[in-house]
């Protein structure tokens, strides 16, 4: 036993004094100024809570992941004359939840409208005195359970209804009925999402959140109750919904989801043209300038007509009605030999060479590259409609500005119908994590319009918002200096107007394009983002399931990037301290010593520019970061260089990039 011991530690002994003479990497930490502190950035323990049975560790659906189910049915009318729309909605609300459930929740989106609506006050903004509605008129609401019909108990505050259950609906798969009568005053052009506008053959209404839809219940908050206050937008679960929308003969209603009695609302002609226009990759015209004030181009002359609409496995629907509407449509093609249909309707103050009339083969062409990258769109429809809510989108439908023409018309209309995939498809609660909706989709419409059309619409950062063709790295150095602008995180309306498309919208985005291109590479972000989309398809996925999506799919611990990108605004300045040639002879190479001088790392590219006019370069981890604010290398050179430089394509979002060249030594 002490011989033991007497070996033991003499070994010891060996190993401190051998860690001892190791003379530590000269990597001129302590000589060189920096905000920088690696124990910071790569603390441990980035998620404290652990995955569980309803969402895995590895950011997907856990074996117990449950949801909640809702169909609708409803039918709905426009009086033209006085500007509302009635409605009677039958909702079937299936409870798959663990929990017995003694309320209901509903959002009421309209009462927004209101002049005591919370909406009014989050900002200061006071809309002016005939910027208001009445919001919900609700004339009855009874309850069907276990066979019994009643009159509900319930209250509304501000754009919730909360309905008081007589007895509990009951867990895993309990069904109840809630049946509304209801009518509202459809909001003008202080609307915003949903409103009605005049133009010259007629009115356009377009409308949206325009029924009482069941709040969320979900695993992460219980009842999802934020009122609607503007920025933050829907949280919707999902179901059939099956609606009609009776309005005056000559009026056309465009809408989500299919038309299923196109043979009492359209003329044989116009059911002739959208045959062939299933069949064609041009633009069909189904209702002509020429039409539009033609009574010939309706199947009757007098009276209302009912269109009848239904789409399955959605969360909302919204639709567009005038009889101003000029009518196109083409073939849309999907892999696995699938189709779909782009539809576009519009006033003839659209029309034109690059404006409305190339906005089917914008909206046909985005769903392809989108479907054909990341998911099938799974609606038999899409539709693009020319309004003043100018860049909203719903489910197989999206309203974009009267005067888009160009380039802008392309983006937008990427833009609003990509959400479809974010979130219409990926279910995400955007009433508080905005960034996983609209950073999201801007993300994918950038390369939208790199692709398209041989990059046609090219290049595209965040459109109106940023210079067009500027750098994004740089775009976004502005927004990352303020020491006012809010984080990615930040609450959806909690984030002020003037952070909301820098922040929301651009820095999320710009984030993914650096996970692509800088972090993981382009194989391995789009293996992990497309296994996300496709496991997150149709449910409700929390921001930590996102993250643990993309380490775990693309296998790289990315919790120094979510933390500095995400929940900080950290800055990144990578400074070129030195470049010597090694004894003062280039065949022995480069000597160059980089310092971290800012709270964010990034893997990052180091270039060297020979005199012989060649170039080349070297890539160094994140890691390089992971314990030191400076590190010194040797870059291999046979032959004399000119100079070095960090980040030579200026893809990073480098704070300062005079400190990122040096002649060489």
């Known amino acids: 036993m002490k011989l033991k011991f007497i070996i033991l530690g003499l070994a010891l002994f060996l190993a401190i004094t051998s860690q001892a003479q190791r003379k530590p990497r000269n990597t001129g ?8 502190i690696p124990s910071n ?3 441990p323990s980035f998620y404290t809570e652990k995955g569980n049975e309803f969402h895995s560790v590895n950011g997907e659906p856990g074996p117990k992941y449950w949801q909640n189910r809702v169909d609708y049915k409803l039918k709905a009318g426009i009086d033209t004359i006085t500007k509302v729309l009635s409605a009677d909605e039958n909702i079937t609300y299936t409870n798959n939840s663990p929990d017995a459930l003694q309320y209901l929740w509903l959002q009421m989106d309209q009462n927004t409208y209101k002049k005591d609506a919370r909406s009014n006050f989050v900002t200061g903004f006071q809309p002016k005195a005939n910027q208001h509605t009445d919001g919900y008129r609700i004339e009855s609401v009874f309850l069907m359970q276990n066979g019994k019909t009643e009159k509900a108990n319930y209250i509304i505050n501000d754009t919730r209804m909360q309905i008081r259950l007589p007895q509990a609906l009951t867990a895993h798969g309990g069904k109840i009925n809630v049946l509304i009568k209801y009518h509202y005053t459809i909001p003008g052009d202080f609307g915003g999402r949903t409103d009605y506008a005049t133009t010259k053959n007629g009115k356009i209404y377009e409308i949206a959140q325009w029924f009482p839809r069941m709040c969320v219940y979900d695993d992460s908050q219980g ?6 206050l503007g920025a933050g937008e829907f949280y919707c679960e999902y179901g059939d919904i099956d609606y009609s929308v009776t309005v005056p003969w000559d009026v056309i209603v465009a809408g989500s989801g299919e038309l299923i009695n196109p043979t009492e609302v359209l003329t044989t002609k116009q059911i002739s043209r959208l045959a062939q226009a299933r069949n064609s990759d041009k633009t069909i015209m ?8 033609d009574p010939s181009s309706r199947p009757v002359h007098k009276g209302t007509l009912t269109w009848h609409f239904k789409m399955f496995n ?8 005038s009889k101003a509407y000029i009518w196109d449509a083409a073939r849309v093609n999907l892999p696995g030999g699938k189709k779909s249909m782009a539809m576009s309707v519009y006033p003839v103050e659209s029309a034109g060479k690059d404006k409305w009339d190339r906005a089917t083969e914008h909206l046909k062409h985005s ?18 409609e020319a309004g003043i809510a100018g860049g909203m989108e719903y489910p197989g439908i999206i309203f974009d500005g009267i005067d888009d023409s160009g380039k802008e018309l392309f983006w937008i209309t990427a833009h609003e119908i990509g959400h479809n995939w974010f979130p219409m498809i990926v279910g995400s609660d955007e009433r508080r994590y905005g960034w996983m909706d609209e950073g999201f989709n801007t993300f994918i419409d950038v390369y939208a319009s790199d692709i398209v059309n041989h990059g046609e ?4 950062r965040d459109g109106e918002y940023a210079p067009k063709g500027g750098n994004p790295a740089d775009e976004i150095i502005p927004t990352i200096l303020d020491p006012d602008a809010v984080t990615i995180m930040t609450a959806a309306d909690a984030t002020p107007e003037k952070y909301r498309h820098p922040i929301v919208y651009f820095k999320a985005a710009f984030g993914l394009i650096l996970l692509r291109e800088q972090i993981l590479g382009k194989d391995r972000f789009d293996y992990a983002f497309k296994n996300y989309i496709h496991k997150w398809a ?8 996102f993250f643990r999506s993309m380490e775990n799919g693309a296998g790289e611990d990315l919790s120094w990037f979510w933390k500095g990108w995400y929940y900080n605004n950290y800055k990144l300045d990578l400074a070129l301290v030195s470049a010597k040639y090694v004894n003062g002879d280039a065949k022995n190479g480069i000597q160059v010593t980089v310092a971290n001088k800012e709270p964010m790392a990034m893997p990052f590219t180091i270039e060297v520019k020979l005199k012989n006019g060649s170039k080349q370069r070297m890539y160094l981890p994140v890691e390089t970061w992971i314990q030191n604010k400076a590190t010194t290398f040797t870059i291999t050179t046979t032959t004399e260089a000119e100079s070095v430089t960090i980040d030579p394509d200026n893809a990073l979002p480098d704070v300062n990039r005079g400190n990122n060249s040096l002649k060489v030594k």
């Open 457 to 460: 619409f090219a290049p595209k």
């Open 367 to 384: 769903i392809e590259y989108f479907s054909e990258k990341w998911f099938t769109y799974p609606y038999p429809v899409a539709i693009n």
């Open 286 to 293: 189904i209702r002509t300038s020429a039409e539009v004030n």
């Open 223 to 228: 009842w999802d109750t934020l009122p609607f």
């Open 41 to 43: 950035l790569f603390s």
């Open 538 to 545: 149709y449910k409700h996925p929390q921001p930590n399931d």
């Open 314 to 321: 959605t969360r909302d629907v919204a639709f567009g009605a």
């Open 29 to 36: 930490n302590d000589t060189i100024s920096s905000n920088y």
